[in-house]
């Protein structure tokens, strides 16, 4: 078992900034590749960002060069830094860690909202 838990969500005014986390505990994380994944009211949820248990990284073309994910394995967390926020990123945000023919575990999710 793994237990995902997300913080760091909030409002922020566009063209702001601002870093969510996922602690991970359970089996050891740093076999797991992990997400971010976002959904918005009325919308399917969608894959954000990844990286992989080697360090690999993948975006959603709509929020290249905006945000970075990353991770510590020492800390057992992975991070979303959100820069250039728009109101379009409004959404919660959900962790997400799986690995290869294993079960997939999802967090709580964390509200993000972008507004003047």
């Known amino acids: 078992q793994v237990q995902l838990v997300e913080s760091g969500g909030g409002l922020v005014q566009p063209g702001g900034s601002l870093r969510v986390s996922c602690a991970a505990s359970g089996r050891p994380f740093s076999v797991y590749a992990m997400g971010w994944y976002r959904q918005a009211p009325g919308k399917q949820r969608e894959l954000v960002a990844s990286?992989?248990?080697?360090?690999?990284?993948n975006y959603a073309d709509s929020v290249k060069g905006r945000f970075t994910i990353s991770r510590d394995n020492g800390k057992n967390t992975v991070y979303l830094q959100m820069n250039s926020l728009k109101p379009e990123d409004t959404a919660v945000y959900y962790c997400?860690?799986?690995?290869?023919?294993?079960?997939?575990?999802w967090g709580q999710g964390t509200q993000v909202t972008v507004s003047s």
């Open positions: 990286i992989s248990s080697g360090g690999r990284t």
């Open positions: 997400h860690a799986d690995r290869p023919g294993k079960a997939a575990y």
